[in-house]
């Protein structure tokens, strides 16, 4: 069943099957890597839709992690093909909350997708002032 | 959110409500009205995509602002170009057409503490007002067997009858010498 799972999850994109939180003992367990690169994946569908942008980015949200620059990037490009520039903007804000008390991810986040930021008119919501 | 009577608390109420709206405008959408914080009078279909601000759900079912003006319509097909052309005070337009609340705002701590913790006190000030009045009005008087000579009296009665001897006071009394072990 595992072999299908993965397999079923190769085929159909735009549904990750989250392997990484079953609880086998015998099971494979995902590389963060490969957690990185499926997610990647999946913001880069080129015909991505505004509810699998939700759906993805509300999951993301819930798992314990601060998403990887390279997913957020993947994410921000989806936002731009979707033309919804509230979106990008929701997703740092979420991402700086997600942080929590560790202050020093957020910046290093912004730096990471500075280049991105610039090229797609991002503005983050401390330029916007509405941080506060 | 359950609305006390006093005029104090309730200027309370109205203050944290509007602290927590920043937005002025409350927009219609499918005909209902986006439920706020104090406003619970509207059913709503929860069959149709709902909006709400959650710091766990960044990105609601449906955008904040359904219904368009000219206006914000048009900002929304500038939006289709490149977002740098977009000045900032059109970027915050767009984001406020999505979404109602911004982080911080959705984080707000609010004044609801003291409301509860005034409430609580206030009722246990008059819990123990009642335990005071039924202290004087409906306690019979304090019978005399609690007065310092009854109770050694009644000491002494028990030590002489030998009440619990193996291991209980009259164990603890040394009779030879007449005082306590």
Partial sequence: FQNFASRLSCIIVCFPAPLASRCYSHGKVETDEEFDSRWVTYFSKPDIDAWELRKGMNTLIGYDLVPEPKILDSALKACRRLDDLASAIRILEAVKEKAGPHKDIYPYLIQELQPTLTELGISTPEELGIDR | ?181
């Fill in chain 2, 1 to 181: 959110m359950l609305r006390l009577p006093s005029v104090r608390l309730g200027g309370l109420v109205v203050r944290r409500a509007s602290a927590a709206l920043s937005s002025p405008v409350r927009m219609a959408s499918h005909g209902n009205v986006s439920l706020s914080h104090s406003e619970v009078s509207q059913t709503v279909d929860m069959s149709q995509p709902m909006y709400w601000d959650r710091v766990d759900t960044p990105l609601p079912d449906r955008r904040y602002k359904d219904i368009l003006t000219d206006s914000e319509k048009s900002l929304k097909q500038k939006e289709k170009g490149p977002w740098a052309q977009l000045s900032k005070e059109e970027k915050i337009a767009l984001y406020r057409m999505s979404f109602l609340q911004t982080f911080p705002e959705m984080k707000q701590r609010s004044d609801e503490w003291k409301t509860v913790m005034g409430g609580i006190f206030i009722f246990l000030g008059f819990t123990g007002l009642l335990v005071w009045w039924q202290r004087i009005h409906v306690y019979p008087q304090r019978p005399h067997t609690f007065d310092p000579e009854w109770q050694e009296k009644q000491l002494q009665r028990m030590l002489d009858m030998r009440i619990s001897p193996v291991e209980g006071i009259s164990s603890k009394w040394d009779y030879e010498k007449g005082q306590w072990k």
